[in-house]
């Protein structure tokens, strides 16, 4: 090989290191898990977690069972709300205005609160709901929700209208729990926890779905809640092994981040950037948290959504 030769392979490896490292988008940042909120501050009923535009974490069980607790930025907790008589909340979202809907397990409900006045009231009902579990939101506002029968391990799926109208999308399932909406809302992701499935869905600007896929069949352990990273990356809690799974859009684990705790029950994003990622630990009663380098897609939302510099 001639020097020329020598080079110009070697320019070309450098380019290539470049652009692995450019693209990295697998996990560059040192993902170590810390504690946010202390052990113990939670019941091992922890779940939720969302956070609204000001970088406020929240999730439910606060101290006690059935609460809304709230986490500030630097980590210090505090009772947000009791919950009404006979409901208790599981999954957490806000949707473009700010309003913070909640997934009720015991009323059969999906519950929405006044962010101001914090006045809880009942958005959506339907009778034939078992357990609503966990919600994902569309950029239109449009709201879906898992509904696991725990006791028979079957599931059902179902999309809120922004009018608050209930419609059933999919029944006989195994145990639905995680769902998320990808950042193009074009794919709906759900988990089966006990069957260790994660199934992806074609999904409509109205909300419907088809060409039902199997993304992911889980080799062990049970699975959670899941939130997507702006890239398409699901962020799926992997309960009782202690893990986050990142999960490429085709399906491959990109890696696993090891938590503290073994029950992690769902995820979200916050930060100033984006990319702080929030786990609530059922056997810890508190939150972990750790850095990843790709924003979630509730970040890129709240951003598209932000009034613009000096206007109302």
Known sequence: MTTGNRWCVAVSIAALLALSAGCGSTHSVDVRSRD????GGFTPEVEGPA??????LYAVSFARKPTLGIVTPDGKASLFIDMPQGSTANGIRFDRAGTMYMADYTGHNVLRV???TKAVTVFAHNDKMNQPNDLAIMDNDILLASDPNWKESTGQLWRIDRDGSTHLLEANMG?????????DNKTLYVSESIQRNVWAYDLSPQGNISNKRLLLKLPDFGSDGMRCDAAGNLYLTRYDKGTVAI??????ILREVQLTGKKPSNIAFGGPDGRTCYVTMADRGNIETFRTDTPGRSHAMRKANAPAPGGK
Request: no cysteine; charged share 20%.
């Open 36 to 39: 946010f909120t202390p052990p």
């Open 114 to 116: 006044d962010m101001k």
């Open 51 to 56: 956070v609204d535009a000001d970088g406020n």
């Open 175 to 183: 145990t639905t729990n995680g769902i998320e909406v990808s950042p």
């Open 247 to 252: 999960i490429s859009p085709k399906g491959a």
